[in-house]
Each structure stands twice: as C-alpha cells, then as structure tokens.
C-alpha cells in the first residue's frame, strides 16, 4: 500500500512503573533521517529509536520525542557517608570539650555537612527499559503508519486521475498526428497547383515530401513510450515496496517524452495537449514528491 511521507502518531503507557509517552511525527525528505529528544539520563535509547522506527518508515524526515516518568520508584537513592560523618562527630564533641560548649549537635546539623550526604542514580536495566520502551513505540509507530496511509490513498486516487486525464490526451495527440499529414499534403497539392498553374504537378514529388514532412513530426513511439510509462506508474500503486523514488524516475521519462512530441509538433492542437499533458506531469511530480 502507497503511503504518504507525512504523519503523525502518539503512544502512551504505564510499564513496569514508567510512565512513557512517545510522539513521532514525520515530513517528506529524499533518504531516512531521524531526530529524537529523550531525557539526558535515557541518552542510550535514540539509537535503538532509530533503528525501530527505520524498519517501520523507510523514508522521510522523523523526529521522535520521549519521555519518561517514573512512578514506583526513585530514580535516585541518597547514601550517608559513615566515615566522614564519625569524623565530623569526634570533631564536634573535641570542641564541646575543650570549650565548654553546648552539645547541641544532633543528625540534621550534621547532615548539612560537605560529603556526609551523596546523591547517587539507581542503576537501571537499559535492556528492561528498552523493552518497555518499545512497546509504546509500536503504538506510535501504528498510529503514524495509519496516518501516512490514508494520506498516501489520497495522493494515489490523485495521481491516477492526473493519469486518466493525459490518457485522454494521449488519444487525442494520436488521433490528430496522422491527420496533419494529411492536410499538410493537401495544402502542398494546392500550393504547387497554383504556382505551375496549367503544368503538371509531379504527385511522386508530393508523396515523397509528404513523406519527408510525416517522418519528420511522428510521435508514435513517443506516446507508445509515454503509456508504458503511465502503466508503470499504476502497477507500482500496488506493490508494498517504497515506491516514491521509482516514481520520481518514471516521472521524469514522461516529462521527456512529452517535451519530444512539442518539439515535433507543428499543429496548434498538438500544442494545446502537449501544453495540458506537461501541466499535469508536473503535479504529479509535486505529489509523488510526498510519497514514500
């Protein structure tokens, strides 16, 4: 199914006492590129981001936003540093001591102490966080599939009316070519009987320049070409492959075509459909720009 290179989808979920919220959203970009934010101390899961959501989306910009609560547990844990606070009580009572003071000394002005107080990160099971993590990633990554989906569904049926409608020009490109020929030989018939007058016009003569003139604005392997392009481009709506450069390609081929049968034509009707056929490529080029 054709999908569209812009989305947007949101997971959220409690797991294993992490409160974890992913938003991804995505815009057309020529390769895979991927920007995320999580929290300074989850630093390790962008990489593991990145390769999940590149097996999910294979082309455009992404930018993936992270973050993570926890809710059982502290993240942290506060340690007393024994040695240093024993050091400080002898130091203390030593003062009492040999100035008579109070003995005031009790656990909250002790605390307040340099280094009998440390803050220290739990360690933390990047393996178990991953794997909570990704289970809200699949929701996100559901959710902007679906939207790139139903989005690449509508350029689909857009660019196949653009194609039905250059088909139709195609016919008609067809139906005149040979028509030309004709009354291009007719008018030189005309032409040359009026400059000899009561002379015998040479009808070899005409047939060979008509022939000359044919050779020379024929475009039936050009629209033969042109079609073939415009049925690849339909076969390739239904494979489930990233189709969007492919596209780009044949897109290309048909503008090459079309420009061809405007250099030969010299038929103001011609004109006119080469002049809607190009129209047409072109907005098919500014949509398929936006399918991955």
Known sequence: MVKSMTGYGRGQDIVDGMNIQIEVKSVNHRYFEFYSRTPRQYLFLEEKLKGFFQKKLSRGKVECFVTIEMIEKSEYSINVNHTVAQGYLNALKEINEKYGCD????????ARFNDVLSIERNDEDE????????????????????????EGKKLEKDVLSRIDYIFEKVEMVEKRSPQTVKEYTQKLL???????????????????????????????????????????LRDMFKSEEAIGRKMDFIVQEMNREANTIGSKAQDIDITKCVVDIKSEIEKIREQIQNIE
């Not at 003995?103 to 002790?110: E, G, K, Q, W």
């Not at 393996?127 to 139903?150: G, P």
């Not at 009987?193 to 070899?204: A, G, N, R, T």
């Open 103 to 110: 003995d005031d000394i009790s656990a909250s002005s002790l």
């Open 127 to 150: 393996e178990k966080i991953w794997n909570a993590v990704k289970t809200v990633a699949q929701k996100a990554a559901d959710a902007i599939v679906e939207m790139r989906q139903k």
């Open 190 to 232: 005309e032409r040359m009987k009026e400059v000899l007058e009561d002379v015998q016009v040479d009808e070899q003569r005409i047939l060979t320049e008509a022939a000359i003139y044919a050779d020379k604005v024929a475009v039936a392997e050009e629209t033969v070409r042109l079609r073939s392009h415009m049925d690849q």
